[in-house]
């Protein structure tokens, strides 16, 4: 007889998602503007946007839903 993990058919436990709260404090956020631009740093990765308007529009999504965003983005930069 072997002993290993046993599959059901019954609903996967729920993931465990942090508080925004939660979130949002693990990194510091900076924020650099520049003459054209700015950069947006959220612990030691750093994104430049050409445009202001563009960088605010993604914070505002990340402070929004960080662990989402954070995901996105760990994959764009990560791969």
Excluded at 20 to 48: D, H, P, T, W
């Amino acid at each position: 007889m072997a002993i290993g993990i046993v599959e059901t058919d019954g609903p996967s436990p729920k993931e465990y998602k942090p508080s925004n709260q939660e979130v949002l404090k693990e990194y510091e956020i900076r924020l650099k503007f520049l003459s054209r631009g700015m950069i947006i740093s959220v612990g030691c990765k750093e994104i430049a946007f050409s445009e202001t308007k563009e960088g605010l529009e993604e914070l505002n999504k990340y402070l929004t839903n960080p662990h989402e965003e954070q995901q996105k983005w760990y994959k764009l930069l990560n791969n």
